[in-house]
């Protein structure tokens, strides 16, 4: 059975950092592709990050470009996402998602606040 399960969301003030993480099970993390999105209220979802399951690929929404980063750890079959030099704009749910059979997290709460 596949599951994502995200954590490491929290409040954080303007500048500073948090790694979020997305326990996968039921597949190995590096063999698909995988996301992470995120939804303001108020707002829709969107892209923040891609990883590809062919060489670990990456891109970025232009938002994050340059501040976050997405990566996979195959021994703790997990998913990652360094978000660094927060901004209050940062302020959503994040979900970790794998677009293969449309499966998604149940989501983590940031907030970018002073």
């Known amino acids: 059975q596949v599951q994502l399960v995200e954590s490491g969301g929290g409040l954080v003030q303007p500048g500073g950092s948090l790694r979020l993480s997305c326990r996968v099970s039921?597949?190995?993390?590096?063999?698909?592709?995988m996301s992470w999105y995120r939804q303001a209220p108020g707002k829709e979802r969107e892209l923040v990050a891609f990883?590809?399951?062919?060489?670990?690929?990456?891109n970025y929404a232009p938002f994050v470009k340059g501040r976050f980063t997405i990566s996979s750890d195959v021994a703790e079959n997990t998913l990652y996402l360094q978000m660094n030099n927060l901004k209050p704009e940062d302020t959503a749910i994040y979900y970790c998602?794998?677009?293969?059979?449309?499966?998604w997290g149940q989501g983590t709460q940031v907030t970018v606040s002073s």
């Open positions: 990883e590809a399951s062919y060489g670990r690929t990456t």
């Open positions: 039921g597949f190995t993390v590096t063999t698909y592709s």
């Open positions: 998602c794998r677009p293969t059979g449309n499966f």
